[in-house]
Every structure is written in C-alpha cells, then in structure tokens.
C-alpha cells in the first residue's frame, strides 16, 4: 500500500480530508486516542501489528494484505447520534462493495461484522474519545477489512458458527483488489454521504436490509456468560440494541453479545 496513491486519489477527488499514513501501528484507534487528529481525518496503515475488534478481541491482518484504517469525522452534535454512525459506516462498506463485487453476496452481522457468502470479512469499533468534557469529545470509526489475505490462524476458525470463520475479498473472489483504490472508495462514500447520519431511520432501514436478519431465527450468545439463547430477531434499533423473541413469547434485548443465524 502506497501513501502516495491514496493521497492522490484524495487530492484529484477534491475531498477534504487529511490523511494520516503509517507504514505500521499497534492500532490505528489506539493511535487516534492517544494523539490530537483534526477532523475529517483518515489513519490508515498496511501493518497494524495489534488490532483489535469489539470487547478487545484480537484483529489479526498481514502485512500489506488488507485495509485498516480509523475514520475520525467532524464532531457529532449530540452522543444519540454516536450509535448510528456505526449502522452508518456498515451501510457505506455494503455499499462499496456490493457495487465492487457484484458476484459476491455482501451482508451486514449485528453489531458490527461485515460478511462476505456467510463467512467475516470485516468488522466496525466505534469508539468514543473523551478529552476534557462531552463537548470536548471525538468519535473515531475503525475499519478492518480482509482483502488479498488467504491464510488465517486455526484459532479464528469454528466447526458450530459458520458466520465466525474468516474469509477475505480475495478467497470468495478469486480476484486481487488494489487496497489504495477500494480504501479510498470507503472513504469518499463515508465523508460524502455523512450528513446522512442525521436520518437515522433511513440508516437504520437500510442496515436493516443489508442485513436480512429480522425475522430470522438466530443464536445469540451473551457477552457476560457466554450463555446461549435462541430466538427470532424482532427488530435492531436506533440505540444499538438487538430485539429477540423466545419461544414462549418473551421479548428480550441485548446490547452486547454475538448471534449467528441458524441454518
């Protein structure tokens, strides 16, 4: 991945957007946090040595293999909003690549998994950084996407939940992607199209489409106990939470955990 390109697909676009261009990072969140960007900015590295998913989980990504970066927008006007930029950011990955990779089915995984024929692909971490006070608060948006990866540790893989198996852009394609092209084309749509965010339920509808998972029957496992609980998806919403229905008819919502659609 070279800087250079991707700053000249920036510059010929005319997006105003700094980019922030590492040749490696532990994080490019974890960068974001402890050092002052100014928005609109983009980190974006071809090695991130310790990236991490939702609840500290490990990332893993090879070197200069796939894109990971961190988005950090002008600031939101109000912490209700913080929750649909993360439906947001899915719905511009969707949108990248199913106009990319027309072949290949693309689906959005509550809360935060960009899928690819059933298999992750991707993920979303939304994180919030305080500074002094509320008012003194950024959102950073971080994206990790596997794109020419075609090895990935045992670990990652599971014989029970199809939808936890890694794949990459490159495994369900048979296709090399250019990073600098396809990491540029998720940043123009994101900075383009982002006072969309001050529709939510547009975004939320749309999340919801991509998703195909209301009214499905799913397996949700419970961050706190890793307690399985089976039941239909009633509906995702605003605030981030996820409505499930049990076969006695008791509606319950989560905020955390897992769910994988049963087959």
């Known amino acids: 991945m070279k ?4 700053q000249d697909y920036i510059t010929k676009s005319g997006l105003s957007c700094n980019l922030v261009f590492l040749s490696e990072v532990d994080s490019t969140n974890d960068f974001a946090k402890k ?3 100014s928005p609109p900015s983009v980190i974006i590295s071809p090695f991130q040595k310790k990236g991490r998913g939702r609840l500290n989980n490990r990332w893993y990504s090879e070197p200069e293999k796939n894109i990971t970066m961190t988005i950090v927008p002008d600031r939101i006007r109000s912490e209700k909003d913080f929750c649909i930029v993360n439906y947001y950011a899915g719905v511009v990955i969707y949108n990248v690549l199913a106009n990319e990779y027309p072949e290949l089915k693309v689906a959005l995984k509550w809360p935060n998994d960009i899928m690819i024929n059933g298999k992750k ?9 305080k500074r ?3 008012n003194d608060s950024s959102l ?7 794109v020419n990866q075609e090895e990935f540790p045992e670990e990652l893989k599971s014989i029970k939940y199809k ?5 990459s852009i490159l495994l369900e394609s048979g296709k090399q992607s250019e ?7 998720i940043i123009k749509e994101f900075f383009v199209f982002f006072d969309a965010i001050y529709c939510p339920e547009r975004i939320l509808y749309l999340w919801k489409k991509f998703s195909e998972l209301v009214g499905k029957e799913v ?3 419970k961050t706190d106990n890793n307690e399985a609980f089976k039941g239909k998806v009633l509906d995702i919403e605003c605030d981030g939470a996820i409505v499930l229905l049990n076969d006695s008819g008791e509606k319950f919502k989560f905020f955390s955990g897992e769910v994988h659609l049963i087959y």
């Open 132 to 134: 002094k006070d509320f």
């Open 121 to 129: 692909a991707g993920g979303i971490l939304t994180e919030v950084v």
């Open 219 to 221: 397996e949700f496992i």
């Open 163 to 167: 939808s936890r198996n890694p794949t």
């Open 179 to 185: 990073l600098e092209d396809l990491a540029y084309k």
């Open 3 to 6: 800087e250079s390109k991707i």
């Open 140 to 146: 950073i948006i971080g994206i990790g996407l596997n």
């Open 35 to 37: 050092n002052v960007i």
